[in-house]
């Protein structure tokens, strides 16, 4: 077993019921910075935490262990050089028979490849919503844009009919017309009162330059 223990990737530690530091696995000191031969028994749990985790692991852990048998959450080990490691940590509380906490034991998880991981997933989250709001924006734009110049066209068309309106109103009133010759195509083009002085129907006349002639 304790090969095992000393061959395990994760951090695993002992401490007896009063906090102080029984055992730290190889992966364990390596992680903190402590030496393999270091000695610990003179060290207690919130020396390799930070104020916060070990707040928790004291306050919260330790206490749910002891009632309930074991305990998890997310804290963090301090480094010999103060670096910030988070993890993901499970406390055992180890009772004697009577039922007093003999020793805890405890396996911590490095959260740091998994954070960055996260932090790069939150960045290209980050990084896409704010196209996609750029390409809403731009779209948006576009197609108030659009929207305008349809406005627009619609605005030119109505008052290019009403101006259509007004001159045939005028010539019907003066009884003018005007007319229009495409020589090319031999068409003639008629207003409404041409075909009124004249007295020609617009669908049986057929308006050529020979016909008028």
Known sequence: MSAVVEAAHDAIGIADAAGRIIYFNSAGRRLIGVAEDAELSNTRIADYHPPWAADLILREGLPAATRDGSWQGETALL????????????????????????????????????????RLLEEAHTELESRVAARTAELERINAELQAQIAERRQAELLLKQSQDKLAEAHRIAKLGNWEWHVASNQLHWSDEVYRIFGLNRKSFAATYDSFA
């Open 79 to 118: 480094t010999r050089e103060g670096a910030v490691i988070p993890t993901w940590q499970v406390i055992v509380a180890h009772q004697r028979p009577e039922g007093e906490v003999d020793f805890y034991s405890t396996i911590m998880r490095d959260l740091t490849d998994r954070r960055k991981i996260e």
